[in-house]
């Protein structure tokens, strides 16, 4: 499995590596290591042209991962940004944060969202509850595949979508309450 970790550009990097190599001791795939390596001060030199293209890779990363894990003890616009498409793009999506700071993410703890664990940890705790929530978001991963609609389901689903609905959830729901009705 693939997981995309993220997290606020001035924390603790000494954290996010340990996260980092937690998640990869656990045998998965990182896509990439940007929050480790990508600086504060150099972004707030990047060119309109640059941060545009890093929010095209950003974007490239969530779409290709099938689990995001992100630090949200320190707090930052952007996390909750890139956590909001994630969701959008039906990820599962870890956040972790460390209870004893200041500055936790409040927002994101009160949320009660499927796809959306909110879990805090300790240096001692860390791996297990890695362990615990990968584990978890590795066995709720949706499985897809390609369907071909004629044009007028297409334009439904297009209005739909045009509504605020995701396609991919409101197909989701007919087919989760078709399950239910035929349970009863």
């Not at 490239?60 to 969701?87: H, M, P, R, Y």
């Not at 200041?102 to 362990?131: H, P, W």
């Not at 044009?151 to 605020?164: F, P, T, V």
Request: glycine residues 4%; charged residues 30%.
């Amino acid at each position: 499995m693939k997981v995309h970790f993220m997290a606020d550009l001035t924390g603790n990097k000494e954290d996010y590596k340990r996260i980092v190599d937690y998640i990869l001791k656990l045998g998965y795939e990182l896509i990439t290591k940007h929050a480790l390596v990508r600086k504060y001060e150099d972004v707030k030199k990047e060119t309109p042209e640059e941060t545009h293209l890093y929010v095209q890779k950003m974007q490239g990363w969530l779409q290709k991962a099938d689990i995001v894990v992100v630090e949200t003890t320190t707090a930052g616009i952007s996390i909750g940004f890139e956590i909001a498409l994630a969701i959008q793009y039906g990820k599962q999506v870890i956040a972790i944060y460390k209870p004893d700071e200041d500055n936790k993410a409040f927002v994101i703890c009160g949320m009660d969202i499927d796809r959306l664990q909110v879990l805090t940890y300790s240096y001692e705790n860390l791996y297990k509850t890695l362990k615990l929530a990968l584990d978890y978001a590795s066995e709720q991963v949706e499985t897809r595949f390609t369907m071909i609609l004629p044009s007028d389901i297409n334009a439904h689903l297009n209005q739909i979508a045009r509504q605020g609905t995701n396609r991919s959830e409101y197909i989701r729901h007919l087919i989760r309450q078709d399950m239910k009705n035929k349970r009863k």
